[in-house]
């Protein structure tokens, strides 16, 4: 099973929409998690951390459900620019793989006009 | 500007040939990562090191050498052995990789073979 698993997308929806991604981790024990974006043939860049109680940040709010090892993103009235590939990423905890984190293959959105 | 410089943009490796590609940060991070991304696909890690002077092996690390000699730099050679080594590559660093922090990125080296 790996580490994290994303929805596969892709998710095209019109600007203004509402639109949310999900994500699972394998691992109880992990206590860092992140959303990253990626735009074409660009670096990620981090989005924003994801806090146990949950947390905004202007259109986006980010959840965490440790009982069902569940990470969202929803992004709030989107717009263009908002187009890119979400990564959800969770940190190694321990052992081996303290230091690491581990990232899901990606959501991508396409937001038209 | 404090950041991490991957050099270069764009590199071509012919049949036979290792290949450097350089990683400098001026964050003073302690820890920094390589990472590979195929078309379409995830990250994966190739090596990462904690600490100046030590370094482990990722899931991909066949093929791949570094070195730490300095705090700032980390190096990734792409040896003869790697077969298929196009791909995009991604540097990464850290503060401190027991607190768990989130990484920052350069902005990546593109390697082909000629």
């Known amino acids: 099973r790996k580490e994290v698993e994303q929805d596969p997308g892709p998710f095209n929806v019109p600007e203004g929409a509402t639109v949310a991604f999900n994500c699972t981790y394998s691992?109880?024990?992990?206590?860092?998690f992140f959303w990253y974006r990626q735009d074409c043939r660009k670096e990620p860049k981090l989005l924003m951390s994801?806090?146990?109680s949950g947390n905004e940040d202007g259109r986006f709010t980010a959840q965490l459900n440790r009982a069902s090892q569940y990470i969202s993103l929803l992004i709030r009235d989107s717009k263009l620019s908002d187009s890119a590939t979400y990564l959800c990423?969770?940190?190694?905890?321990?052992?081996?793989?303290?230091?690491?984190?581990?990232f899901g293959r990606g959501t991508q959105l396409t937001v038209w006009p | 500007d404090g950041g991490i410089t991957q050099s270069p943009k764009y590199l071509f490796r012919k049949e036979g040939q290792n290949v450097t590609l350089s990683c400098e940060q001026n964050l003073n991070h302690d820890a920094m990562y390589w990472y590979r991304q195929d078309p379409g696909q995830g990250l994966r890690l190739i090596y990462y090191?904690?600490?100046?002077?030590?370094?482990q092996k990722g899931d991909i690390a066949e093929g791949y050498s570094v070195s730490r000699e300095k705090k700032e730099s980390f190096p990734l050679t792409v040896t003869s052995a790697q077969k298929n080594p196009t791909a995009f590559y991604l540097c990464?660093?850290?503060?401190?990789?027991?607190?768990?922090?989130?990484?920052?990125f350069g902005d990546g080296t593109r390697l082909s073979i000629l």
């Open positions: 990464a660093s850290s503060f401190s990789p027991g607190a768990n922090q989130p990484q920052h």
């Open positions: 990423v969770v940190n190694g905890i321990g052992g081996s793989t303290l230091g690491r984190l581990y």
């Open positions: 691992n109880s024990a992990s206590q860092s």
């Open positions: 994801v806090y146990s």
């Open positions: 090191s904690q600490i100046v002077n030590d370094f």
